[in-house]
């Protein structure tokens, strides 16, 4: 089994920044993608970035030059920078990837998702 843990999020003022962290552990024989996505109250979840194993990454045009979506291998951790933070950011932020458990048995892990909320 594997497991996705986010840490990082938090109450924050218009223009300010967070950093979020998204831990995978259990039984992992490589992580592929792994990508960031958030859900407002009312709304649908949308990605907001994701990264490859190669480190290409993606983002979706309303974070673009905002956020930064990085990965630590070594650590199974993908990474979420936020700067200029705006209310409209507020939600619940997910981190998911593909993790293959064996060499042919490829999954999709989701956290449990952390709030971030942006208001003075």
């Known amino acids: 089994q594997v497991q996705l843990v986010e840490s990082g999020g938090g109450l924050v003022q218009p223009g300010g920044s967070l950093r979020l962290s998204c831990a995978a552990s259990?039984?992992?024989?490589?992580?592929?993608?792994m990508g960031w996505y958030r859900q407002a109250p009312g709304n649908e979840r949308e990605l907001i970035a994701g990264i490859t194993i190669g480190d290409t990454t993606n983002y979706a045009d309303f974070v673009k030059g905002r956020f930064t979506i990085s990965r630590d291998n070594a650590k199974n951790t993908v990474y979420l920078q936020m700067n200029n933070l705006k209310p409209e950011d507020t939600a619940v932020y997910y981190c998911n990837a593909e993790v293959g458990i064996t060499l042919l048995h490829i999954q999709t892990y989701w956290g449990q998702g952390t709030q971030v909320t942006v208001s003075s």
């Open positions: 259990g039984t992992i024989f490589k992580i592929y993608a």
